[in-house]
């Protein structure tokens, strides 16, 4: 009996048959298999393979691309529909269709508005086969609108209290990413007792007076458009009720109480949701989120249930501090009653979440295309649920099929179209559309007609390789129309397979359940229709199974001594065994005392980290196979102390039961030297190929003295043996008698098999030869076969000496080939080798990459983007891609000297990249090249892009010269790299007092094309300290600071103090070179030497004279400290007193230093701590440079930051 499948033949009932019975037949409805050379030549209806998404948000500042791709046999048409009417793009100069694709590209880059192209657009795709539609796709420009302005009064509030900071965003699309910063670009911390909420307002459960700050401030970041907006800071100030008491005390009677009333601790409230009930619905497969924040003192914490059921487990996560619960994936039975209750010290409170899930459409059967031969019957079915329950209906070719042409084949049942009888005139594609007032499903399928005779997809000789008493599978994937029959048959002879015995699926594969040695042969895979027959042939090899035939077993041993484990693996002999040892089912440790040599694993100098268990696993490409021992550690037996050595040599050797490939060989052991033998080690010597070299044969347990030893063929062998104990080695024993074996056919074949070209038409093929053991005879020679992989060809073949290369000539260019080599001697071959796929030489790529795109990121980055190029063309292993690019230099420039090209390579098959360290404001040109082993393929077309403004730096210089009383001349040089186009100079500068305070600080814009300036009405002999920097349209740059003193008046007349109370300077200014300071010092020290010299007269004439009590008693104002009240000289401090502030600090009044800010905040990015925001209030310090902090130490000046780095600090 022959094994078949067949789809069953029916036949309507001349009444109506039920649906669910018609249906049972349609189960036979072909399918066509994703098979590229199949697709090519079969005529098939369009299908949309990618589109827009239903609701498409643009970016306004690019070009928009609605995207519209279809497959189809013949290529489709594509044509459009803009707000239900057609859309004629040849009209319109802005729209294009990319050739060969419905894509539509607007261009409104260089002219046109986004807002114009609003609307809801369809795609339609058709041949001669039918038409499919896309979904209706809603273009929509994204916005950022800006806030609205408000005036936003200070709020003032009693510790305890709780408190609502509003956020109320702009309406943008899509809608905004609300964050809660201070000026410096710190976000607030939150926690239980203060958290955003999901309205992006700020909620406090109670304030402290920790609380207290200026800058509430709520930013919103709008993703699509990469732009942040940011509302007018909220001042708050909590009054603690220390504050409030002394407030009140100053009005009130002492004897009053005020502390017990304003602190007073209080159960929760919720201050979101409100009421004791609320509603909410949401979406099948969105993520439920529930909301409930409290107020109370001390901070209420919240918990949620869920009325009459659980939360899910795997779904429920917490946020915010378990004010808001999440469901993800929500359904149906998500919907019911969720409780949020605060809870407190002083009591509890809950609110009750009515939830709804309601569902758009969502596909329970979807409809699938169908391809009938002529006179078949099928269905299409479309099924679909929501809540509210989605109405289905049908559309023909992109119509409503109510209008559409009649067809006889075709009855419409509901969600089902019955076809029965049908033509080829019946091809056509079906929209099903599911609808409710949460959205739509719409897909396209199409019912094709097809007359095909058989055809099998399966490669022909397909090698089949299974372990015995396995299941096998043999492919045998087939198309046809009608639907072929399909049988199997073994062997030459045709003989049939019974079902008994084989298993044959519907997609054509054979199974044989239990895989036995004698299922090894050629299988034939016959597939027939009415239209022809076609047939392919199948390989089975049954290999044998690998098994451990030695286990290790379990050991129990000393610390210290050493343990072997034997795995001895048996295994088909055409399959290569690997063979690893795990310790604790994990790498065994990377610790010299463990070994492995062939068949066991040694622990040498065991200790009681070595318990454990060890397993051996053995693997081949089809199977794999373990085995385990414990091993358990003791402490060793303490015993005297003997004497130690090594063993002596064995002797006595002798060869014995000598076949053609083994031998016994046994000996006599040499005295251990008090140190037990733990192994004996086995050598021989190839006294006909390698004489005089010494190769480790095998090693054997200290307690055997004899052992069966394999041998390879054709070698004169002689043998020698080592013991071996704990303390080493012994000498070698004497050699024993030469032993030669018979010559044999090689038993392997030669490794490291490689085909690469050298030449672009050449193969070379190149192999690790056997050496002179493994040969096995005389006459060693190599079989080289080689043939193209994806051609048809026969194996070529050639007999080549005992070399290690061969060359084959006049190749096509880089083409995969199949390659073998196999060794044979004077008594044969060696079994059929492994076959290696290998190259034939590559050639410089013939296609540059096409569509290379730039887009500038900032005016030092810039992305590139580029198609990849065929893989035909590349002509060889792609190695990347490289792009050479360089600045356009100027006529005169270029001629002096050669343009620098700077060259960037991607690896691998990357289609984009980013050149960084662009110099601003300049042009560049580059172009991309394929890379592959030979080297570059042609260039792209030079492609020209321009790098925006950037900051400047610094002046180059800038001197003081030519002052005078009341005026100070500035000259400078421009910045070195003024990175665009200087727009003015910034000038900056305030007087120094005699004290080294800083005066007020004067701005001056000064014109771009200016290099000195004079600044006039100034102090006389002052001196001040300037800061200078240029700025472009991007913003200002670095800074330059220099002093100057304008020149002393002829009578000499001190300056008067400038600035007082302000910071000290930041450089100090060496007052000993002041002439009135000189003064004063030779008056004091003068006045001092005459006070001594009386001292000393009079203590010499014999009376006491109390200085310090007649100094107390007459104050000399002279001589006394004056106080720092009076405006007279204090009391003389350490230089280190006057020492400047450091960079940006002030002192306040009370005479203490604020720990500066943290280094990592962002407020460089603004001026001071107020940062730098538009009239508006949209955040622009991302694109000014940072100013420097005033005043400035020394003459250090301080680079303009990147904008990037700006806006990271938001993300």
Avoid at 378 to 395: D, Q, T, V, Y
Avoid at 426 to 455: D, K
Avoid at 695 to 719: A, D, M, N
Avoid at 863 to 875: A, G, M, N, T
Wanted: aromatic fraction near 8%.
């Amino acid at each position: 009996m022959q094994l078949k499948i067949m789809p069953k033949k029916k036949r309507l009932s001349a009444g109506r048959v039920p649906l669910i019975l018609f249906l049972c037949q349609m189960i036979s409805a072909l399918e066509v298999p994703l098979d590229p050379k199949l697709l090519e030549d079969l005529v098939q209806p369009p299908t949309i393979t990618q589109q827009s998404p239903k609701d498409y948000i643009i970016d306004p500042r690019e070009n928009i691309v609605i995207q519209c791709e279809a497959k189809g046999k013949p290529p489709p048409s594509f044509s459009w529909t803009r707000n239900g009417t057609h859309f004629d793009i040849e009209k319109d100069p802005l729209v294009t269709m990319k050739p060969g694709s419905g894509t539509l590209v607007i261009n409104i880059m260089s002219e046109g508005k986004a807002e114009t192209y609003e609307g809801v657009y369809q795609c339609t795709a058709r041949n001669e086969r039918g038409a499919a539609i896309s979904n209706n796709i809603v273009v929509r420009p994204s916005r950022s609108p800006l806030w609205t302005k408000e005036k936003l009064e200070p709020i003032t509030l009693q510790s305890g209290q709780s408190l609502v900071l509003p956020c109320r965003p702009p309406v943008g699309l899509p809608p905004p990413i609300i964050f809660w910063m201070d000026n410096s670009f710190q976000r607030l911390p939150q926690s239980e007792r203060v958290s955003q909420g999901l309205n992006g307002d700020l909620y406090f459960s109670n304030v402290l007076p920790e609380d207290t700050r200026e800058d509430y401030i709520c930013y919103a970041r709008f993703n699509h458009t990469q732009t942040i907006q940011q509302k007018q800071p909220i001042s708050v100030k909590v009054v603690s009720v220390d504050e409030l008491n002394d407030t009140i005390a100053a009005n009130l009677s002492d004897t009053e109480v005020y502390g017990a009333k304003l602190n007073r601790e209080r159960p929760p409230t919720f201050l979101i949701p409100e009421g004791n009930t609320s509603n909410k619905e949401e979406l099948r497969g969105n993520v439920l989120s529930l909301e409930c924040i409290a107020e109370g003192l001390p901070t209420p914490l919240i918990y949620w249930m869920k009325e009459e059921g659980t939360l899910p487990f795997n779904r429920t996560y917490y946020k915010n501090f378990q004010k808001t619960l999440q469901i993800l994936q929500v359904s149906e039975a998500d919907s019911g009653n969720y409780q949020c209750i605060a809870k407190n010290a002083l009591g509890s409170i809950h609110h009750t979440i009515s939830v709804t899930v309601k569902a758009a459409p969502y596909w329970i059967t979807a409809p699938q295309n169908l391809v009938l031969s002529p006179g078949e019957n099928g269905a299409l079915i479309c099924r679909a649920n929501g809540n509210p329950k989605p109405r289905i209906s049908w559309l023909s070719n992109g119509v409503p099929i109510e209008i559409a042409p009649d067809d006889p084949s075709r009855k419409i049942d509901g969600d089902t179209i019955i076809f029965s009888n049908v033509q080829e005139r019946s091809s056509a594609v079906y929209q099903c559309n599911a609808s409710n007032e949460y959205g739509y499903l719409l897909a396209n399928a199409f019912v094709n007609v097809l007359a095909e005779p058989p055809r099998i997809l399966t490669s022909a000789n397909t090698l089949y390789q299974v372990i015995a008493n396995r299941p096998a599978l043999l492919d045998c994937a087939f198309f046809g129309s009608p639907l072929p029959t399909i049988e199997w048959f073994k062997g030459a002879k045709g003989s049939a397979l019974h079902e008994d015995i084989y298993v044959l699926h519907d997609n054509g594969t054979l199974e044989i359940p239990v895989a036995q040695k004698d299922s090894t042969g050629t299988y034939t895979c016959v597939a027939r229709n009415k239209l022809g027959m076609a047939k392919n042939e199948a390989h089975l090899e049954i290999k044998d199974p690998t098994r451990i035939i030695k286990q290790p077993e379990f050991s129990v041993v000393q610390r210290g001594s050493t343990v072997s484990f034997e795995c001895k693996v048996k295994h088909d002999h055409t399959l290569i065994p690997t063979v690893l040892w795990l310790k604790d089912k994990g790498e065994l440790p990377n610790d010299g005392r463990f070994t492995i040599d062939k068949d066991h694993l040694v622990v040498t100098d065991v200790s009681d980290d070595d318990n454990g268990t060890y397993t051996c696993v053995a693997n081949t490409t089809l199977d794999n196979v373990s085995a385990s021992a414990v091993l358990i550690v003791v402490a060793p037996t303490p015993t005297p102390a003997p004497i130690y050595d090594v063993p002596n040599p064995p002797f006595d050797l002798e060869l014995t039961d000598q076949l053609d490939k083994s031998v016994q060989l046994s000996w006599t052991p040499g005295d251990d030297n008090n140190s037990p033998i733990t192994k004996f080690i086995i050598e021989y010597e190839d006294a006909m190929h390698e004489a005089g070299l010494w190769h480790h044969q095998t090693e054997v347990p200290g307690t055997q003295t004899t052992t069966q030893l394999k041998l390879s063929p054709y070698v004169i062998y002689t043998f020698r043996v080592m013991a071996e104990n704990s303390l080493g080695r012994s000498l070698p024993s004497e050699r024993s008698e030469q032993y030669l074996t018979k010559a044999a056919e090689p038993d392997k074949n030669p490794t490291t098999v490689e085909g690469l070209g050298s030449e672009p038409d050449n193969l070379v093929i190149t192999w690790k030869p056997l050496n002179g053991f493994e040969s096995n005879g005389p006459g060693l020679q190599y079989k080289v076969s080689w043939r193209q992989k994806d051609g048809d060809d026969e194996w070529t073949s050639v007999v080549v000496a005992n070399v290690s290369k061969y060359i084959v000539s006049g190749t096509p260019t880089f083409v995969p080939y199949l390659i073998k080599v196999q060794a044979l001697n004077d008594v044969g071959f060696a079994p059929e080798p492994a076959v290696v796929m290998g190259h034939s030489g590559e050639d410089l790529p013939m296609v540059a990459p096409g569509n290379v795109q730039v887009t500038v990121v900032n005016s030092t980055l810039a992305e590139v983007h580029w198609d990849p190029v065929p893989l035909k063309s590349i002509r060889g292993h792609l190695q990347g891609y490289r792009i050479y690019y360089w600045k356009a230099q100027s006529s005169s420039k270029r001629n002096r000297r050669h343009i620098e090209k700077k060259i960037l390579t991607f690896q691998g098959s990357k289609t984009h990249g980013m050149l960084l360290g662009l110099e601003p404001f300049s042009n560049y040109t580059l172009n991309v090249r394929v890379v592959n082993g030979k080297g570059e393929g042609p260039a792209s077309p030079d492609r020209v892009f321009g790098t925006p403004e950037g900051v400047p730096s610094a002046p180059s210089s800038l001197k003081i010269i030519n002052p005078t009383l009341d005026s100070l001349t500035l000259e400078w040089d421009p910045p070195s790299h003024p990175n665009g186009i200087l727009t003015e100079y910034i000038l900056k500068y305030q007087p120094i007092n005699s004290t080294h305070e800083l005066g007020p600080l004067v701005d001056l814009k000064i014109p771009a094309n200016k290099t000195r300036w004079t600044l006039k009405n100034l102090n006389f002999s002052t001196r001040y300290k300037f800061y200078f920097n240029a700025q472009t349209s991007a913003g200002s740059g670095s800074q330059i600071t220099e002093e100057g003193i304008t020149t002393v008046d002829e009578a000499g007349i001190l300056p008067p103090d400038v600035g007082a109370g302000k910071a000290m300077a930041s450089r100090q200014v060496d007052i000993a070179t002041q002439g009135w300071f000189i003064g004063l010092m030779c008056a004091v020290a003068l006045l001092i030497l005459i006070l001594l010299i009386v001292c000393f007269i009079r203590r010499n004439k014999g009376g006491k004279y109390p200085v310090k009590e007649k100094e107390d008693a007459h104050a000399d104002p002279e001589i006394q400290p004056m106080k720092e009240d009076d405006g007279t000289f204090g009391e003389y401090s350490d230089a280190e007193d006057h020492k400047p502030l450091k960079k940006g600090s002030r002192t306040p009044s009370d005479r203490t230093v604020k720990k500066e800010d943290s280094d990592d905040s962002l407020v460089d990015y603004g001026e001071g701590v107020n940062g730098q925001f538009n009239e508006d209030g949209s955040f622009i310090g991302q694109y000014s440079g940072k100013k420097e902090k005033e005043p400035a130490e020394g003459n250090e000046s301080s680079e303009a930051p990147s904008p990037v780095n700006a806006m990271n600090s938001f993300v």
